[in-house]
């Protein structure tokens, strides 16, 4: 069965950055457009940010684009998330999954963005 686990996420001052991580096991990653999502308190979970199997073609939300950026190690079976320019409202819970949220969800890592 397919297990993700997220890490990376941490308290961290506006303007900071933070590289959340992904890793996939029980199946590869590599033949699907896999993606980010989160959910702040309160709110329905969103997506952020997603890429192509081959890395070719990533799309973000708006509010994160210029700021985050996607990448994946289909060697290591891994999905990356490379955030910077962070603001309060990038506070939330991180999750990957497929682009159509397919798999099990894992625990998600929390990234908050305070002073």
């Known amino acids: 069965q397919v297990q993700l686990v997220e890490s990376g996420g941490a308290l961290v001052q506006p303007g900071g950055s933070l590289r959340l991580s992904c890793a996939a096991s029980?199946?590869?990653?590599?033949?699907?457009?896999m993606g980010w999502f989160r959910q702040a308190p309160g709110k329905e979970r969103e997506f952020v940010a997603t890429?192509?199997?081959?890395?070719?073609?990533?799309t973000y939300m708006d509010s994160v684009k210029g700021r985050f950026t996607i990448s994946r190690d289909n060697a290591r079976n891994t999905l990356y998330l490379q955030m910077n320019s962070l603001k309060p409202e990038d506070t939330a819970v991180y999750y990957c999954n497929t682009r159509s949220g397919q798999w099990p969800w894992g625990q998600g890592t929390l990234v908050t963005v305070s002073s």
């Open positions: 029980g199946r590869t990653i590599t033949y699907s457009t």
């Open positions: 890429i192509t199997w081959n890395g070719d073609i990533t």
